[in-house]
Protein backbone atom coordinates (compact mmCIF):
# COMPACT_ATOMS: atom_id res chain seq x y z
CA UNK A 1 0.00 0.00 0.00
CA UNK A 2 1.39 3.15 -0.77
CA UNK A 3 2.16 6.41 1.23
CA UNK A 4 -1.07 8.29 -0.44
CA UNK A 5 -3.60 5.55 0.37
CA UNK A 6 -2.00 5.13 4.08
CA UNK A 7 -2.73 8.51 4.83
CA UNK A 8 -6.40 8.63 3.09
CA UNK A 9 -6.91 5.52 5.31
CA UNK A 10 -5.94 7.65 8.59
CA UNK A 11 -7.74 10.09 7.07
CA UNK A 12 -11.03 8.09 6.76
CA UNK A 13 -10.43 6.29 10.32
CA UNK A 14 -10.52 9.96 11.86
CA UNK A 15 -13.79 10.32 11.29
CA UNK A 16 -16.34 9.35 13.77
CA UNK A 17 -18.93 10.11 15.66
CA UNK A 18 -19.14 12.31 18.97
CA UNK A 19 -21.24 14.20 21.07
CA UNK A 20 -22.27 17.54 21.48
CA UNK A 21 -20.18 20.04 23.76
CA UNK A 22 -22.00 22.61 25.73
CA UNK A 23 -21.08 26.25 24.67
CA UNK A 24 -19.10 28.01 26.75
CA UNK A 25 -20.75 30.67 28.89
CA UNK A 26 -17.76 33.44 28.61
CA UNK A 27 -16.73 33.42 32.13
CA UNK A 28 -13.20 33.62 33.16
CA UNK A 29 -13.21 30.15 35.12
CA UNK A 30 -15.85 27.98 33.64
CA UNK A 31 -14.86 24.80 33.42
CA UNK A 32 -16.40 22.23 30.61
CA UNK A 33 -18.53 18.98 32.41
CA UNK A 34 -16.57 16.26 32.95
CA UNK A 35 -18.49 14.43 30.07
CA UNK A 36 -17.16 16.56 28.09
CA UNK A 37 -13.42 16.98 29.58
CA UNK A 38 -13.25 13.02 29.37
CA UNK A 39 -14.81 13.37 25.66
CA UNK A 40 -11.71 16.04 24.70
CA UNK A 41 -8.94 14.19 26.84
CA UNK A 42 -10.27 10.88 24.87
CA UNK A 43 -10.02 12.98 21.33
CA UNK A 44 -6.64 13.68 22.47
CA UNK A 45 -5.46 10.46 22.95
CA UNK A 46 -6.43 9.17 19.88
CA UNK A 47 -4.63 11.83 18.27
CA UNK A 48 -1.39 10.64 20.47
CA UNK A 49 -1.68 7.45 19.51
CA UNK A 50 -2.69 7.61 15.61
CA UNK A 51 -1.32 11.10 14.82
CA UNK A 52 1.69 11.50 12.21
CA UNK A 53 5.02 12.83 13.01
CA UNK A 54 5.13 16.81 12.85
CA UNK A 55 6.70 20.15 13.84
CA UNK A 56 5.27 23.37 15.07
CA UNK A 57 7.88 25.85 13.33
CA UNK A 58 9.77 28.05 16.09
CA UNK A 59 8.01 31.46 15.41
CA UNK A 60 4.15 29.57 16.51
CA UNK A 61 5.58 27.55 19.04
CA UNK A 62 7.00 30.84 20.64
CA UNK A 63 3.61 32.82 20.17
CA UNK A 64 2.00 29.82 22.09
CA UNK A 65 4.37 29.67 24.58
CA UNK A 66 5.33 26.01 23.49
CA UNK A 67 9.52 27.06 23.13
CA UNK A 68 11.68 30.03 22.86
CA UNK A 69 12.36 29.82 19.36
CA UNK A 70 12.75 26.28 18.84
CA UNK A 71 10.23 24.05 17.03
CA UNK A 72 7.85 21.71 18.90
CA UNK A 73 7.64 17.93 17.75
CA UNK A 74 4.13 16.72 17.91
CA UNK A 75 1.58 14.10 16.94
CA UNK A 76 -1.21 15.53 14.62
CA UNK A 77 -4.16 14.87 12.74
CA UNK A 78 -5.48 17.01 9.78
CA UNK A 79 -8.54 17.21 7.83
CA UNK A 80 -8.61 19.31 4.74
CA UNK A 81 -11.65 20.74 2.68
CA UNK A 82 -11.59 22.39 -0.33
CA UNK A 83 -10.82 25.91 1.34
CA UNK A 84 -10.20 25.19 4.97
CA UNK A 85 -7.74 22.78 6.51
CA UNK A 86 -8.07 21.54 10.32
CA UNK A 87 -5.94 20.20 12.97
CA UNK A 88 -5.42 19.00 16.34
CA UNK A 89 -1.53 18.64 17.59
CA UNK A 90 -0.54 16.86 20.81
CA UNK A 91 3.69 17.78 21.90
CA UNK A 92 5.54 14.98 22.33
CA UNK A 93 7.51 16.64 24.83
CA UNK A 94 3.95 17.44 26.96
CA UNK A 95 1.00 15.85 26.66
CA UNK A 96 -1.13 18.42 28.23
CA UNK A 97 -0.17 20.58 25.28
CA UNK A 98 -2.94 20.57 22.38
CA UNK A 99 -3.02 22.92 19.56
CA UNK A 100 -6.40 23.02 17.74
CA UNK A 101 -5.51 25.06 14.33
CA UNK A 102 -7.48 26.11 11.69
CA UNK A 103 -6.18 27.36 8.01
CA UNK A 104 -7.97 29.49 5.54
CA UNK A 105 -6.42 27.89 2.49
CA UNK A 106 -8.00 31.01 0.02
CA UNK A 107 -6.26 33.82 2.50
CA UNK A 108 -3.71 31.67 4.26
CA UNK A 109 -4.73 32.79 7.78
CA UNK A 110 -4.64 30.85 10.90
CA UNK A 111 -6.08 30.49 13.98
CA UNK A 112 -4.59 28.54 17.07
CA UNK A 113 -6.29 27.43 19.94
CA UNK A 114 -3.60 26.03 23.07
CA UNK A 115 -5.91 23.92 25.25
CA UNK A 116 -5.24 21.07 28.09
CA UNK A 117 -6.73 17.54 27.79
CA UNK A 118 -9.95 19.03 29.91
CA UNK A 119 -10.12 21.12 27.45
CA UNK A 120 -9.58 24.29 29.15
CA UNK A 121 -8.48 27.23 26.31
CA UNK A 122 -5.68 28.59 27.65
CA UNK A 123 -3.99 30.82 24.61
CA UNK A 124 -5.53 31.94 21.35
CA UNK A 125 -2.88 33.09 18.35
CA UNK A 126 -3.95 34.44 15.40
CA UNK A 127 -2.15 34.80 12.07
CA UNK A 128 -3.14 37.36 9.00
CA UNK A 129 -0.53 38.08 6.08
CA UNK A 130 1.96 35.99 7.75
CA UNK A 131 1.84 38.21 11.35
CA UNK A 132 1.35 36.08 14.03
CA UNK A 133 -0.58 37.44 17.18
CA UNK A 134 -1.17 36.50 20.27
CA UNK A 135 -4.57 37.75 21.13
CA UNK A 136 -6.95 38.52 24.24
CA UNK A 137 -10.01 35.98 24.09
CA UNK A 138 -13.22 36.91 23.43
CA UNK A 139 -16.47 35.46 23.17
CA UNK A 140 -16.22 34.51 19.29
CA UNK A 141 -12.79 33.34 20.41
CA UNK A 142 -14.60 30.92 22.73
CA UNK A 143 -17.45 29.84 20.59
CA UNK A 144 -15.19 28.97 17.39
CA UNK A 145 -12.82 27.08 19.61
CA UNK A 146 -15.69 25.37 21.31
CA UNK A 147 -16.74 24.25 17.51
CA UNK A 148 -13.27 22.94 17.08
CA UNK A 149 -13.13 21.05 20.00
CA UNK A 150 -16.64 19.34 19.02
CA UNK A 151 -14.80 18.95 15.48
CA UNK A 152 -12.13 16.66 16.94
CA UNK A 153 -14.46 15.01 19.35
CA UNK A 154 -17.03 13.67 16.20
CA UNK A 155 -13.99 12.34 14.13
CA UNK A 156 -11.76 10.75 17.15
CA UNK A 157 -13.88 9.44 19.49
CA UNK A 158 -15.95 5.99 18.94
CA UNK A 159 -19.47 6.45 20.16
CA UNK A 160 -20.91 4.55 22.98
CA UNK A 161 -22.95 0.91 21.71
CA UNK A 162 -26.54 0.81 21.46
CA UNK A 163 -28.09 -0.63 24.09
Known sequence: MGIASRFVGLLAGLVLVGTMLPADSGQAKHTPAPHAQK??????EVANSKGLHSKLPPHISTLLGLSKEAETAVLQGVVRSPNQVQGIDISASNKGDIVLFVV??????QVLYLTSPEGM???VVKIKAGVGDT?????????AFEKEKQFWI???VTPAPAK
Open 39 to 44: KFAQAA
Open 121 to 123: LRK
Open 135 to 143: VRISPDDKA
Open 154 to 156: DRL
Open 104 to 109: DETTKD
